[in-house]
Structures are given as structure tokens and as C-alpha cells.
């Protein structure tokens, strides 16, 4: 992996690093390019613009690894809360929620955040909309695949992530790409040793494509999440070469990343949903973000010094 990428996922985990970010003045409107405000309020304001202009939504609540169960019951409130907000303005055919398992207590117990995302897939399906379980760093994969394949015999349309970078990947891409299964495919974001993930872009790319047709030769409903051109070009190809039709598969991107892109897809009748990730703990998720892309940082250095 890149030295600089290594170094800043390596500060995503620094409270030193995260106070003196939050702390100097211009972060926030670094933060607000990607971050769809603090509050449920803010959020779903933003996401009505989306809708407006014909994109597909995931909202998200921004925060990982809760330490105690009063922290894990907090996000299951926000999350019925959020979604009871949606389906009042309703958003609630367009926008669904993305939710981490570490957020709901996997990393405390597994029964608890599987007991949490049920409460979660509850009121979603009372709402008329979906959830999909992102995914974290590879001490949480299995777990994750366990609690999404319980969650998916009572609502087969929980989504889940698979990350190409992983090696395990390709063989979890078999498994899942069945009927019904809504699938989301990224390179991955975390740094990872490299026993169980490539490490070099490549080869990352390669097992992208190499899952993509998986999923696209397969019964499931593929969701592409990338904004590499390269990829959403082979992509569009694979997807024709599989007689799969617009609206059978889906591209998603993230908020605040190539938003002419996202609207020209859809412009052209591809179905393409935003990841918007909201809340006060927007820290290690900006942190992935600017790792991804020198640009990036170059963006948010720029925004401090200019103030
Ligand atoms: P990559 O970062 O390799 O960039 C490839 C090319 O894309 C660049 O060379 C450039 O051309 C273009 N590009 C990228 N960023 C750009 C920018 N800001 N502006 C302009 N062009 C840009 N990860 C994870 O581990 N678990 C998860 O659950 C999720 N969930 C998720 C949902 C969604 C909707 C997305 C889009 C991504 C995720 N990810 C994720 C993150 C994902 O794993 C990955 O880290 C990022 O998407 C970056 O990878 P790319 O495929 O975009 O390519």
C-alpha cells in the first residue's frame, strides 16, 4: 500500500489526530462536502435534493465501534428515528438505510448487534424501504456474513458489502450471487495486511472485475460501488454482455465524489444511488476518504491554509 494512503488510515485511528483535525479552523467545510451535516434534520434535507434529481439514496449514521451497549442502543434510536423521518417526508421509496454492524455492538457481542439490526430491518420494512450492513475491516467479515445471512431469511433484501481487496472475496461473491440477494461490491477501504487482502491497485481491479462478472452472470442484484472510470466503463460493458437491463443492477458513489458522473449515469437511465453518511462522528470516515485520493487532500490542506 502507499506510504501516505498507510499513514493517514493509520491516523484515522489517533484521537490525537482527530481533536487537532476537528479542532482547526476550515475543517467544516472539508466536512461538509462529504458529510451531510450532524443532524437527522440536515441530512434529509440534503437527500431531498438528491431525490429531486432522479438519484437513489443510502443514508448512513456516522459512527463504529461503540464500547458499551447504551452506546449501541443510542444508534438503534437514531436509526428508528431517522427512519420514521423518511417515511414521513416521503423519502422513504428512494432512501434507505446503511448501517455498521460495529455501530450496533458486533464488536461486543455478536447476538446484540444482530438483535440491534433486526429492530433496524423492523421498522425498515414498515417504512417500504431497505437496508444494506456495511462492511468493515476483515476481523469483522465473518461475523458480518453471519448476521447478514440470519437477517436475510426473515427480509432476503438486507444488502450486504463485499470488498475486492480481499483474497476471500471472489469465493463470497459465489455464495452470495443468488436470488433476491442485493450485493454491493467495493475495492475496500481499510488497510489491510496483505495475507488477506492485494495490496497493489492492479490487482485490486482485477478481482473487481473478476467479482463483478460473478455477480452479473449470477441471480442477485448487483450494486456497483465505484467511482473509477475505468471500472464504470467495463462495468457497462460486462452488464450488456450479460443481457443484464438498466434498473437490474445499480452504480453507487458517495457523497461529495464526482457528482457530474453520478448524474450523467442516471441520466442515461442507470439507476445510481449516493452513500450519505451523516452525524457528528464524521472523523475516521473523512480520514478513508482523503487516504483514497492525494486530491482530496490536497483539497482539505488547501481549505486550512486558506483560512
Ligand atoms: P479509487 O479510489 O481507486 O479511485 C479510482 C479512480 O476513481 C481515480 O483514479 C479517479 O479517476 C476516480 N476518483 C476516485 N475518487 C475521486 C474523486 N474524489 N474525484 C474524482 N475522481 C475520483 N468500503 C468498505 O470497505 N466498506 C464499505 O461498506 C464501503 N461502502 C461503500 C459504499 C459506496 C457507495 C462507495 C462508493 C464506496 C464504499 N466503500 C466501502 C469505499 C470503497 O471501498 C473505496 O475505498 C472507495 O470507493 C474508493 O474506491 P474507488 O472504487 O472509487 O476507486
Not at 12 to 26: M, N
Not at 33 to 40: L, Q
Not at 47 to 71: C, S
Not at 164 to 180: G, M, N
Request: with cysteine; hydrophobic share 40%; glycine share 8%.
Amino acid at each position: 500500500m502507499n506510504p501516505l494512503r498507510s499513514l493517514i488510515l493509520a491516523a484515522a485511528g489517533s484521537e490525537v489526530v482527530r481533536h487537532l483535525v476537528a479542532t482547526t479552523p476550515g475543517t467544516s467545510g472539508v466536512v461538509e462536502r462529504f458529510v451531510a451535516g450532524n443532524t437527522i434534520a440536515d441530512a434529509v434535507t440534503r437527500v431531498a435534493r438528491l431525490v429531486d434529481d432522479g438519484l437513489w439514496v443510502t443514508l448512513d449514521h456516522l459512527g463504529e465501534d461503540v464500547t458499551e451497549t447504551g452506546q449501541a442502543e443510542r444508534t438503534v434510536q437514531t436509526y428508528l428515528a431517522l427512519l420514521d423521518r423518511l417515511y414521513a417526508e416521503g423519502l422513504a421509496a428512494r432512501v434507505e438505510v446503511g448501517v455498521k454492524l460495529s455501530a450496533l455492538g458486533l464488536r461486543l457481542d455478536e447476538r446484540l448487534a444482530l438483535d440491534n439490526a433486526y429492530r433496524v430491518c423492523a421498522a425498515a420494512e414498515q417504512c417500504g424501504t431497505t437496508v444494506t450492513l456495511d462492511m468493515e475491516d476483515h476481523t469483522t467479515t465473518d461475523a458480518t456474513l453471519r448476521v447478514l445471512a440470519e437477517l436475510r431469511r426473515t427480509w432476503p433484501w438486507v444488502g450486504g458489502v463485499l470488498q475486492a481487496y480481499l483474497r476471500r472475496t471472489e469465493d463470497d461473491v459465489r455464495a452470495l450471487a443468488v436470488a433476491d440477494s442485493r450485493i454491493r461490491l467495493c475495492k475496500g477501504a481499510y488497510a489491510e495486511p496483505e495475507e488477506v487482502a492485494f495490496t497493489r491497485a492492479h490487482e485490486v481491479d482485477l478481482g473487481y472485475v473478476r467479482c463483478a462478472n460473478s455477480l452479473l452472470a449470477g441471480d442477485g442484484y448487483p450494486m456497483f460501488a465505484t467511482h473509477d472510470p475505468r471500472l464504470i466503463a467495463i462495468l457497462a460493458e460486462r452488464a450488456r454482455w450479460y443481457g443484464r437491463k438498466q434498473g437490474s443492477y445499480e452504480y453507487q458513489m458517495l457523497y461529495g465524489v464526482r457528482p457530474d458522473e453520478q448524474r450523467r449515469l442516471a441520466g442515461e437511465g442507470e439507476t445510481v444511488r449516493v452513500y450519505v453518511p451523516f452525524g457528528e462522528h464524521w472523523y475516521p470516515y473523512l480520514m478513508r476518504r482523503l487516504a483514497e485520493r492525494p486530491a482530496n487532500l490536497m483539497f482539505f490542506l488547501r481549505a486550512l491554509v486558506s483560512r
